[in-house]
């Protein structure tokens, strides 16, 4: 009997372990694997944009003014506490790369809210509002779980980081260094 209860505890045991293992190997490779996407699809693309003049563009259209260009795509709302927390961290990312564009993608509730935001925190860069919630499609389609939310895009309009949450996330400032070197 004892010989039997041993044995199962050692499965046990074992099995635990290897699900353990398991789990921390997943989370592993989810935080390494940041690029999950280096495109976006063709229904994001199709996603209609309002500039700050009240014109509406695809996403598409957004992409081909900044081609040429590394470009940062930085997912905000004025509602957003650590997006306005982060502004500090955000405008010496862009002092440190002068030359990046950065084009920032409001899911405020209102264009109001979003245009008032813009002119309170300052915010230097091209702007674009997009009525939906984070979960809508156009979230969705970027994996969106969080914003702030930066993306790096090379001058081919390919996403070589697609997931920051921070400014001074050292991933986030390596890749805009290589791609601009």
Known sequence: MKNITLLLSL?????MSSCQNKKSSEEESSVIKNVSF???KESTLNETFTTINDKTVNFSEILKTHRGNVTVLYVW??????CIKGFPDLFELQKQFPTVNFVFLSLDRTKDKWKESIEKYQLVGSHYHIDQKMKDSFGASIQ?????????LDANNTIILSKAIVADDPELINTIKSAIE
Not at 11 to 15: E, G, P, R, S
Not at 77 to 82: G, H, L, N, T, Y
Not at 144 to 152: A, E, F, G, K, T
């Open 77 to 82: 709302a004025s509602w957003c506490p650590d």
């Open 11 to 15: 499965l046990i045991v074992t099995f």
């Open 38 to 40: 280096t495109s976006f």
């Open 144 to 152: 969106l779980d969080w914003i702030p939310r930066y993306m790096v």
